[in-house]
């Protein structure tokens, strides 16, 4: 009898054991902000999966400055330029894919969700040199603020904040007449 449940439950681990194939998303992701800047810019954090899902978000100047004015949130829709995209590829993804005007037809997307709503918040610092006197680069904070990502019929949600990353400018020096 002992020999019949341990091949039971020996039947049904292998039964329902994955090949490991997955399409969905994971949510762990490199801690790197990568950007890419064009009329737009688009910032994106690579998956921990071998680089085959990005988080993808979408800003202007008016949100990215080298300024530390305050900055509103801005609302995330499927019909605006601030945008949050999460995408799974069948295979690895790298920067080409972001940063080219029309993105190349390799790798393929495999699950796109869409930001339907929600807020990007964002915190442009300036960043000083050593000495405290000249202001070298700003650093930008952007935050994910209750953000709802639709696939189909399929929803996920960033409850609360979520810190999508930090990354730098530089302040490029003004040169005189």
């Known amino acids: 009898m002992k020999y019949?449940?341990?091949?039971?439950?020996?039947?049904?681990?292998?039964?329902?054991?994955?090949?490991?194939?997955?399409?969905?998303?994971?949510?762990?992701?490199?801690?790197?902000?990568?950007?890419?800047?064009?009329?737009?810019?688009?910032?994106?954090?690579?998956?921990?999966?071998?680089?085959?899902?990005?988080l993808i978000v979408t800003l202007t100047d008016k949100e990215i400055k080298q300024s530390e004015d305050p900055v509103l949130p801005v609302n995330v829709s499927l019909n605006s330029v601030y945008s949050v995209t999460d995408r799974v590829f069948d295979k690895e993804v790298t920067s080409?894919?972001?940063?080219?005007?029309?993105?190349?037809?390799?790798?393929?997307?495999?699950?796109?969700w869409r930001g339907v709503s929600g807020k990007i918040l964002i915190k442009n610092e300036a960043v000083y040199n050593e000495d405290q006197t000249e202001i070298i680069a700003y650093k930008h904070k952007i935050v994910l603020n209750d953000v709802v990502l639709e696939s189909g019929s399929e929803t996920l949600i960033f409850n609360?904040?979520?810190?999508?990353?930090?990354?730098?400018?530089?302040?490029i020096p003004e040169v005189g007449p």
């Open 4 to 54: 019949s449940y341990l091949l039971i439950f020996l039947l049904f681990f292998s039964v329902s054991c994955s090949d490991g194939d997955t399409d969905i998303a994971g949510f762990e992701f490199e801690e790197t902000v990568n950007v890419c800047k064009s009329d737009v810019y688009t910032l994106y954090r690579l998956g921990n999966n071998g680089h085959r899902e990005a």
């Open 96 to 112: 080409s894919y972001f940063c080219s005007v029309i993105p190349p037809a390799e790798p393929k997307v495999v699950k796109d």
């Open 160 to 171: 609360d904040t979520y810190l999508f990353g930090v990354f730098e400018t530089v302040v």
